[in-house]
């Protein structure tokens, strides 16, 4: 009977647990999380945070680095791309051709009297190959560089090919003992009739168009050019045909027209019956 009354005195009362109850709901609290949170961070929080100001700060490039976009590669793209064309003309420019294969330029072999051939055929139809044409260039013409380019360059010889068509005239200068530099222009003549009266019209394209509306002038090094590109060779053709004015007498006197096919030229009259061919495939 004592022992109930003792077990009794020592339960708790109803208020008593209510009370506790929620004092332990109030501990477990979600809202108490974000409140301690708050105003007390998470040790490894902390550790990020002093991470972070120990960590040095980024640069210039760094900076830069961050900031490269597409646009960027692009503009970068373009000026790669830009740098090698303009190598690769530079390069194409200023390498020189071989005229080691040109046939007769500078071979030292003795070739024929063009000069007198010409005026002995009196009208008629006459031929000479290029090796024939290179080599009465180099026994009758001295070469020699003027105007604003004689400072630096050395004028070394002219060669001529004959391709199908049309010729180039080729010019090859020495800027030193290593350094050489050619350029040449293409050359075609057609017989066109003004007022009546024959007249032979030169004309500074041939070759291969560079597109459908811009026809190929010649070449400066390894490199095609348009026709405005090479009109300073132009007026080395007239000093040229300045050095040979009997030829040029002897063409206009009998109406030559020059016929170039691979290799050769022929001097066709007007009277000669393949100049109406040559007229007709025009």
């Not at 477990?28 to 409140?35: F, K, S, T």
């Not at 998470?42 to 960590?55: G, S, V």
Request: some cysteine; aromatic content about 8%.
């Amino acid at each position: 009977m004592a022992n109930t009354e003792n077990r009794k005195r020592n339960r708790p009362g109803m208020l008593r647990s209510l009370l506790d109850g929620l004092l332990a709901f109030r501990r477990h609290a979600p809202g108490d999380e974000v409140l301690r949170d708050s105003m007390f961070p998470h040790p490894d929080d902390e550790e990020a945070e002093a991470e972070a100001r120990l960590r040095p700060k980024r640069g210039l490039l760094g900076s830069m680095w961050m900031r490269f976009n597409l646009f960027s590669a692009l503009a970068l793209l373009l000026f790669l791309s830009f740098t090698f064309l303009l190598y690769y003309a530079f390069f194409m420019l200023w390498t020189p051709r071989d005229l080691s294969t040109v046939p007769g330029y500078r071979d030292g072999v003795p070739g024929p009297d063009i000069r007198r051939l010409v005026q002995e055929a009196d009208g008629q139809e006459i031929s000479f190959s290029d090796a024939d044409v290179n080599r009465y260039i180099a026994r009758t013409c001295r070469a020699r560089q003027s105007g604003i380019f004689s400072i630096l360059a050395h004028a070394e010889g002219v060669a001529v090919v004959f391709h199908e068509g049309y010729a180039e005239v080729v010019v090859e200068r020495s800027l030193s003992a290593a350094l050489k530099q050619t350029s040449s222009v293409d050359l075609s003549f057609t017989r066109e009739i003004e007022h009546g009266v024959p007249v032979l019209k030169a004309h500074f394209n041939g070759g291969n168009a560079l597109t459908e509306s811009l026809p190929r002038g010649g070449q400066i090094g390894s490199a095609d050019v348009p026709e405005r590109c090479v009109q300073l060779l132009c007026y080395a053709l007239e000093s040229m045909a300045d050095c040979y004015p009997d030829i040029v007498d002897a063409v206009r006197e009998h109406d030559y027209l020059p016929v170039f096919s691979e290799g050769r030229v022929t001097l066709v009259p007007p009277t000669s019956p393949s100049t109406a061919s040559i007229e007709s495939t025009r």
